[in-house]
């Protein structure tokens, strides 16, 4: 896959300068302190999602792996978190000073990340941005490492990353909106993918589910009818 490599420096350009700003705000300990760290988060975030997509399946590489243009919604979501973090910083500046609360946020950021990667670097070309609708001659099912310990590692570390963010941010209305949206995102998103996990790998796959939960509390995934019968 050819990939535009002016493409690609420009938008690491634009992360790093969204990490360095974040980085000297969240050093003053003034009243940008948390939007310093989001901009961190949200940068690092970014950026390690097509740096580990090079590193562990290069022959998916493009400049979505940086996945900023994941969709609308999402940021009109982001766009939306700014706009609550703002108004409550101007109205309400005292909100927004409860360091210690926002770097639980960094702490569920960092956690969710780590794991994301995790989830990466084990799977490595079994991993995908896109759910994979037909099964590659390469395509094996992982149950080792952070996959022994929940089915879909990678949402949850994104789940938890997500609201993370949120928390940094300060963000009551907002850390409430991104955990229901993001788990209904990401409830529709497993159901989905465990169809098409289930029909590549069959018993395998119904076996894995029996023994390894999502991840994701009140997330069962896909569990074909006849299965539940035979629980």
């Known amino acids: 896959m050819v990939i535009n490599l002016t493409s690609v420096a420009v938008r690491s350009a634009f992360l790093g300068s969204v ?14 302190h948390i939007f310093g760290l989001y901009a961190m988060a949200f940068s690092m975030f970014h950026f390690s999602e097509f740096l580990s997509v090079a590193l562990t399946n290069p022959k998916t590489l493009s400049v979505d792996s940086f996945i900023l243009n994941h969709s609308v919604q999402y940021w009109i979501a982001a766009i939306s978190s700014w706009v609550e973090a703002a108004i ?25 990340e780590v794991l994301r990667k995790m989830a990466m670097f084990t799977a490595k070309t079994n991993f995908n941005h896109l759910v ?20 879909h590692p990678s949402y949850v570390g994104w789940f938890y990353w997500s609201v993370g963010t949120q928390i940094i941010l300060l ?17 529709d998103r497993i159901f989905a993918e465990e169809m098409f996990l289930i029909s590549f790998f069959g ?26 019968r035979s629980h």
């Open 19 to 32: 990490f360095a700003t974040g980085l000297y705000f969240a050093i003053s300990h003034t009243s940008y």
């Open 88 to 112: 409550e910083n101007y109205f309400f500046p005292g909100m927004k000073s409860v360091f210690w609360l926002s770097h639980i946020g960094v702490v569920m950021c960092i956690v969710g």
């Open 132 to 151: 994979q609708t037909v099964k590659s001659p390469d395509h094996n099912l992982v149950t080792h490492g952070v996959y022994h310990l929940c089915r």
């Open 171 to 187: 963000n009551p209305i907002c850390v409430l909106i991104y955990t229901l949206v993001s788990w209904s995102f990401f409830r």
């Open 203 to 228: 018993t395998q796959y119904l076996d894995y589910q029996k023994r390894v939960g999502t991840g994701l509390p009140f997330i069962k995934g896909y569990i074909p009818e006849d299965a539940w």
